[in-house]
């Protein structure tokens, strides 16, 4: 299924791919009224989020994805969600 396709069952799925796939710079919320500002930030936070394609550590090779997944997160902060083999 395409992303646009994706985006009619998940609204904002285009829009959190487009986001994780390109560069982006910080833009000041401060200047946006209290209402517009809370789910400005909220977006920019996620906004500011890359994506990094890296050659993962022996140590979780014969793991279960949602094992790895964990421990990346739980030990690095990352999040896992795609894995080439």
């Not at 799925?13 to 009224?33: A, C, G, K, Q």
């Not at 394609?53 to 949602?66: Q, V």
């Amino acid at each position: 299924m395409g992303v646009l396709a994706k985006s009619a069952l998940c609204p904002g799925f285009s829009t959190l791919v487009s986001n994780l796939i390109m560069s982006s710079t910080e833009f000041d919320t401060n200047r946006l009224n209290k209402r517009e500002r809370k789910w400005t930030q909220e977006y920019a936070d996620g906004y500011g989020q890359e994506v990094y394609c890296l050659e993962l550590s022996r140590a979780f090779a014969g793991s279960l994805f949602s094992v790895a997944a964990n421990r990346a997160y739980n030990m690095f902060g990352v999040c896992i969600f795609g894995i080439e083999t």
